[in-house]
């Protein structure tokens, strides 16, 4: 070997070795991405998720209300129903057409730039659902409802691939969780601010929807000044030096070369640098089964029956035997152990795990759906199982929370590489929606013909998303892009790259006498 490649290999370890050790503490300036990105994106999703819950009847007399002073008469009750039940379930169809838009607008203005455009859906709903009763238009309400959906879809896509992006991997999974923390306390928000002695009132409840705009301003207050994505900027826009400056603020360290390396390595071993669109991602073998695990991961993230929980808290504790005065108090507690789960599993995720998290949370779900089963079959036998019910709800939350709340999001950043980034979170999204709307058509009808064993569904579908995740998912803590790829090759059938060959392709990127990533070799690869 000649003496220059002996002192790259030499690089090489040195790097490897500052790789494990010495880490980087967490800067003011990626703290502040997470934060303000996760308010002004998961905060107004989670918020939207139990804002409609306090007001409801509020809302339904202002329809009537509107019904009689447009045609002289009191609206049906079948028509009132319908007009709430397209009120709620629109903000799922929202959340699709966002999902499914996120590709396009991210591949046109960055990461970054998505997450500030979003803001105008946000305040553009905020007009329209809270002016809807001065301007007697429940129309307004609804088509309020399905913008703040799609607002919702293209936040749930581009705020967890923009954190990914910018986050060094030894904390990729705790500054993940910010996308569920701020959900469940967004969840939370507006559930304290739905009670009777703040907003939940017939004079006050448009104000509910006007606080929307709260969270939206200040994301656009302080996003502006906060760096894009280095990984976009260098992969996607070819601007190394906008790159090489992003990972200086976000790491707060002037040497980033080795950063700049990785991502270079990573786009050597893509086949295609341009954004890969659906159709190209599904043909691909070489992700099929990264494919398969989030459309899994998602389709369970919705169908495990925590949205069943949200949507039907009230009938459940009142047919567990709570008086109904007392009822906004016992919601609101929910969301207090969802937002408390939801920061906990954001301190251990580093140290446990991902894969480990998401089996003990669909496992836990699958025992305590389970035992409230069995609670609502005996609550009229004895006077305390109602106490165990709400218990066990209390459990499933705190259970969903703890893995299956946030990861979903985190895995599908995680387990592709930069080019099908896009195309896999628009899949992702595309089911994650179908899955929220088909939960809240289907539920009623299958608690009708079930009763109480309605759960039981659900665990079926958290035993086998366990058994599926434990078979084939990877862990990917503290793993590159590059790796976690690497690590489906054998079930995907491609061939794993030799030793040699990621030498190779490490030393092919050199620094030039400026300090400069430079690529010197064109390789090919197969994985």
Request: proline share 4%; charged share 15%; hydrophobic share 50%.
């Given at each position: ?17 500052g ?8 800067t ?20 939207n998720?139990?804002v ?12 009537n209300k509107t ?8 609206i ?18 929202g ?13 046109v203005?960055?990461r970054k ?11 553009i ?8 009763e001065?301007a ?11 913008v703040i959906g799609?607002?919702s ?5 581009a ?19 910010f996308?569920?923390i701020?959900i469940?306390?967004?969840v ?8 009777p ?6 004079s ?7 606080f ?8 656009l ?46 786009a ?16 691909n073998?070489?992700?099929r089964?990264q494919?398969?695990?989030i ?15 949200w949507?039907?808290?009230?009938g459940?504790?009142?047919e567990?035997g709570?008086a ?6 016992i919601t ?9 789960s ?9 140290r ?13 779900m699958a ?24 218990i ?10 703890s ?5 979903p ?5 995680e ?10 979170f ?9 899955s ?12 009708e ?6 759960f ?14 434990f ?7 503290n ?18 790259p030799?030793?040699g ?9 050199k620094?030039?006498v400026n300090?400069k ?11």
């Open positions: 070997m000649d003496k220059p490649q002996k002192d790259d290999l030499d690089a090489h370890k040195m790097s490897e070795s790789k494990n050790s010495g880490k980087q503490p967490i003011a300036c990626l703290l502040s991405a997470a934060f303000f990105g996760a308010l002004g994106s998961s905060f107004i999703y989670g918020y998720l139990s409609v819950n306090a007001p409801a009847v509020y809302i339904k007399a202002f329809y019904w009689i002073e447009r045609y002289g008469e009191p049906g009750a079948e028509t009132v129903t319908l007009l709430w039940s397209v009120t709620v379930s629109i903000f799922a169809i959340g699709l057409l966002g999902a499914l838009s996120v590709t396009f607008i991210i591949k203005l960055g730039g998505t997450l500030l455009l979003n803001n105008g859906f946000a305040i709903a905020v007009l329209l659902l809270s002016l809807g001065k007697k238009s429940f129309e307004m309400l609804i088509i309020g409802r399905f799609v607002d879809g293209i936040a749930l896509s705020l967890p691939m923009y954190l990914g992006e910018i986050t060094p991997r030894h904390i990729r999974g705790s500054i993940g969780q996308n569920s701020l469940c306390f967004g939370f928000t507006g559930q304290v601010l739905g009670l002695e703040l907003l939940g009132q017939e006050r409840w448009n104000y509910l929807f006007g929307l705009a709260l969270p939206a301003i200040l994301q207050c302080v996003l502006p000044f906060l760096p894009e994505s280095p990984r976009y900027l260098l992969m996607e826009r070819r601007d190394e030096a906008g790159a090489e400056r992003a990972f200086q603020r976000f790491l707060g360290k002037t040497d980033v070369s080795q950063e700049l390396e990785e991502v270079h390595a990573e050597r071993a893509q086949d295609n640098l341009h954004t890969a669109s659906v159709l190209q991602l599904m043909r073998p070489a992700v089964w494919l398969i695990t459309i899994v991961i998602m389709a369970c993230y919705q169908l495990c029956g925590l949205n069943a929980i949507y039907y808290t009230n459940i504790l009142q567990a709570f109904e005065d007392i009822l906004p108090y609101l507690s929910t969301g207090a152990i969802e937002t408390l939801a920061i906990v599993s954001g301190l251990v995720i580093e446990i795990g991902r894969k480990p998290l998401l089996i003990f949370g669909f496992s836990a025992v305590f759906f389970s035992l409230l089963t069995v609670f609502l079959n005996f609550q009229d036998s004895v006077s305390w199982m109602p106490y165990l019910s709400y066990s709800i209390l459990a499933v939350i705190a259970s969903f929370c893995g299956p709340g946030g990861i999001f985190i895995l599908t950043g387990l592709f590489e930069q080019s099908y980034r896009p195309a896999a628009m899949i992702a999204g595309t089911v994650n929606w179908l929220n709307f088909a939960v809240g058509l289907l539920f009623p009808f299958i608690q013909s079930l009763q109480s064993f309605a039981l569904v659900f665990v079926v579908v958290c035993t086998l998303g366990s058994i599926y995740l078979l084939i998912l990877p862990e990917t803590k793993k590159t892009f590059m790796d976690i790829s690497q690590s489906f090759a054998k079930i995907n059938k491609i061939p794993v030799s030793p060959q990621e030498m190779e392709l490490v030393l092919s990127i620094p030039d300090g990533v430079q690529n010197v070799v064109k390789m090919e690869s197969s994985f």
